[in-house]
């Protein structure tokens, strides 16, 4: 080694194979791979060695893929850089310019948006209609459509798809599907368990679990996962190593973060339900045997001043996201829905008075607690 101060400093290093068996996988921060000669690099296209370049495959990413796709139940997976990322991904996994696709009307308004005024410029046309009747998505399906794309759990009314009866639709048709489950989550739901093909997460929701990082995976069949990864390497919608490394850290109190919140949901839905103040209370009756999710929707009631209601809420905070730990709330017309026209907000149902709670893992007493009394204070 060198005794000069630029080279030693750059070289010097740990021996990397004496800190192998750390308990915990390290990040991998870098963004390549070093070879000890040329025999081992030519390993790597042999597929022998599997790490060159992080925008293709970095160890942190591979761990956070391989674990979603196996709480999935899923062939494959690749994490990348957000939800709508992993999305597009997907889609482009399934369907080349001149393609259609049928998609549901009340998906995630990012989801819409992406649908409708960029898929265009890959040469992919969209149809959006109602899920809730499979007889308007047979209707909508063309000759050259190749995927039906919906939500397992649907936001912000709660919507539960049948997974089943749309699976066997695509397969009558010949068409791949591909559903979101970010709100269900695979504690709740396994959509690929019922011949889905392609499964997707916003991981910044409930698979990260702890609002401190944006991140997506897309899970499915093994060779549609091999086309989607080209799709995020070719893009640069890859996820960085330590981005990954968190949404990794949080998942791994996934089951413990669902069952709390969902139970916690359960019982202020219910609350809410009798209580004069709440027009109408959204919170599904059926998900799974674990629970029906952690997302509750309200209408108030005419008696409750909106403004007043936010004002009131005390620790429950504002938040246009969902899925942490807080119990927050979030306001659809100007946040998650606000690029829709009214027209488009309309035909879901969202006006004014709708609002949207994301259950925490606090004392579930606390919340119900909260809640009242924010609409108490709020009634005129
Ligand atoms: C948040 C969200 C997305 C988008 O995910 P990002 O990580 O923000 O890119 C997609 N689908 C659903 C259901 C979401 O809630």
Redesign the pocket.
Known sequence: MSSSFDTKVVHQKLNQKQVQNSKNTPIYQSTAFTFEDLDHLESYYEGDVPYLYSRERNPNTDELSQTIAALEEAEAGVATS??????LAGILAVASPGDHIVAADD??G??HKLLNAELDTFGIEVTMVSFQDLENVQQAIKENTTLLYT?SVS?PFLRVENVEGLVQLAKDHGLATMV?N??ATPYLLQPVLKGVDLV?H????YIGGHSDV???VLVGKENLIQKATQKVVTLGANLSPFEAWLTQRGAKTLGLRMKQQSGNAKALASTLEENDLVQQVYYPKFVSERGNGAIVTIELSQQVNVETFFKSLGWVKIAP???GVETTVSYPIRT?HRALSDAQREQIGINSRVIRLSIGIEETNDIIQQFEEALKQSSE
């Open positions: 957000s939800g709508m990322s992993a999305i998906v995630y990012g989801t939500e936001n979101d970010t709100f997707v916003s991981a910044t929701k944006t991140s997506g996201t969902l899925a998650s």
